[in-house]
């Protein structure tokens, strides 16, 4: 079984990798909840009142996520769990959640990394963290276009990205549960030029042979098969 997991920032391209990255492979994305999530955009209008349930929404469903992922055999995942803390830490910061509710939710987070330490697979097998500048980021999320998540909705939402990055830097230098890497998303256009996707599939594909999950000797002619 191999399980790769995608990070990155908000809009980077995790949901589009996970999607080229596993019919590449042939193997089952898995996405967050966004466009059925009925937390998030009650959090975007009020961020303090709705961090903490937004947070515990989603490590619910990460959860859920983890645990049908580990039923397949191999698979791709569009966000790791280990970025949850990231965005809670960062909104905690800022005044979006009590003592109380930092408190517990760590407790909460504690004791659901302890139920993974108990799975077949407790790490995923290589991160894929795609680096974006805070202009990709928004030309991105303006080119998606979920309303609530826009600068013109909010203009304090330019300050929240720009924390957001800030804390992904030693977020992803400190990240050591899997051998990682890094996709550089402000120069790759893996979704509209097919050469750019090539060099991205090429890289993430040199990483899972240097990790010993790809045969040495595969390439896009052989049917593809991750070692288990
Ligand atoms: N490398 C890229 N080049 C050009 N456009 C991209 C690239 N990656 C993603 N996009 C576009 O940017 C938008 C956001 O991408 P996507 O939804 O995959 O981001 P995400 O990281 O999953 O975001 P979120 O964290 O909010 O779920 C989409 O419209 C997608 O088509
Ligand atoms: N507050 C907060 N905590 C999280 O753990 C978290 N994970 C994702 N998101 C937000 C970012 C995008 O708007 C949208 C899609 O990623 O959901 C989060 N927001």
Known sequence: MTVIVLSGPIGAGKSSLTG??????????????VDDNPVLPLFYADPKKYAFLLQVYFLNTRFHSIKDALTQDNNVLDRSIYED????????????ATPEEVDTYYELLHNMMGELDRMPKKNPDLLVHINVSYDTMIKRIQKRGRPYEQL????????YYKRLLR???????KYDYSPK????????DFMSSEEDREIVLDQIV???KEVGKLPMDWDKSTDIQIEA
């Open 20 to 33: 080229i990255l596993s019919k590449y492979l042939g193997t089952k994305p898995f996405y967050e909840s």
């Open 85 to 96: 803390a990231l965005f809670f830490q960062m909104n905690a910061d800022i005044g979006r």
């Open 152 to 159: 013109s909705h909010d203009s304090t939402l330019e300050d």
């Open 167 to 173: 804390y992904y830097k030693p977020w992803y230098d």
């Open 181 to 188: 890497m890094e996709i550089d998303g402000d120069k790759y």
């Open 206 to 208: 040199d990483k899972l």
